[in-house]
């Protein structure tokens, strides 16, 4: 049960896209439809942004999407803005438990 | 709408057993495909998923923290308990309730509670 593996950091400049990695394995990332993606601001709780892969929750903006290739998950924020610079992090779901990632702090220039 | 609010001690001894509780609002553990799960985050590091109990009690628990974990709910007060045994300084988090619906965002966490902070210590 080894957490998924995420880039440290990635940053951009407002209206740039940036995309962040989740790697897994065969047993987690690659054996389910079920990544999701968090978005922590500092001290707040995480925000759901994707689930299944590549669907937004209502009220999700349309910059954010996901998508998934083999045993690695991605996160990409199209037009990058200020308040998206947060802590990311991936997780899948694994038949009877979860794991999440190891997070990714987007800093916008 | 739905609301979830963590209470328990913010310190607690190495060695005791902590008790969390989540108390929720705006929805029911008694809705088919409901759940309601704990997560936790150490301070400047990575989420940590704990445990999950569905409306039908059926109780899913990280492999890892299995054997000092229990989950258990009460419908009638809209609150879920969270118990960890033999607390150790790693055990050091904020402590994150969050919701499930299975036939509504799959089985994601789609409300959370503001999150409570532990801190283990002598």
């Given at each position: 049960q080894?957490a ?10 407002p209206?740039q ?10 047993s987690d990332?690659g054996?389910y439809?079920?990544v ?9 709780a995480?925000?759901l942004?994707i689930?299944d892969v590549?669907k937004r929750?209502s009220g999700v903006?349309?910059r ?18 200020a ?9 899948s779901?694994?038949g009877?438990?979860?794991?999440f990632?190891?997070?990714t ?5 | 709408?739905i ?35 704990w997560?936790?985050?150490?301070p400047?590091?990575a989420?940590e ?7 039908d009690?059926?109780?899913r628990?990280s ?5 000092r ?10 609150q ?8 150790d300084p790693?055990?050091?988090a904020?402590?994150?309730?969050a919701?499930t619906a ?21």
């Amino acid at each position: 049960q080894s957490a998924l593996t995420q880039p440290r950091s990635v940053s951009g400049s407002p209206g740039q896209s940036v995309t962040i990695s989740c790697t897994g394995t065969s047993s987690d990332v690659g054996s389910y439809n079920f990544v999701s993606w968090y978005q922590q601001h500092p001290g707040k709780a995480p925000k759901l942004m994707i689930y299944d892969v590549s669907k937004r929750p209502s009220g999700v903006p349309a910059r954010f999407s996901g998508s998934k290739s083999g045993n690695t998950a991605s996160l990409t924020i199209s037009g990058l803005q200020a308040e998206d610079e947060a802590d990311y992090y991936c997780c899948s779901y694994v038949g009877r438990y979860y794991v999440f990632g190891t997070g990714t702090k987007v800093t916008v220039l | 709408q739905i609301t979830l609010k963590e209470s328990g001690p913010t310190l607690v001894k190495p060695t005791q057993t902590l008790t969390l509780t989540c108390t929720f609002s705006g929805f029911s553990l008694n809705t088919h495909g409901v759940g309601v799960n704990w997560i936790r985050q150490p301070p400047g590091k990575a989420l940590e998923w704990l445990a999950l109990i569905y409306w039908d009690d059926d109780k899913r628990y990280s492999p890892s923290l299995k054997s000092r974990l229990t989950i258990t709910k009460d419908t009638s007060k809209n609150q879920v308990v969270l118990t960890m045994t033999n607390m150790d300084p790693v055990d050091t988090a904020t402590y994150y309730c969050a919701h499930t619906a299975i036939f509504g965002v799959g089985p994601n966490f789609d409300y959370w509670g503001q999150g409570t902070l532990v801190t283990v210590s002598s």
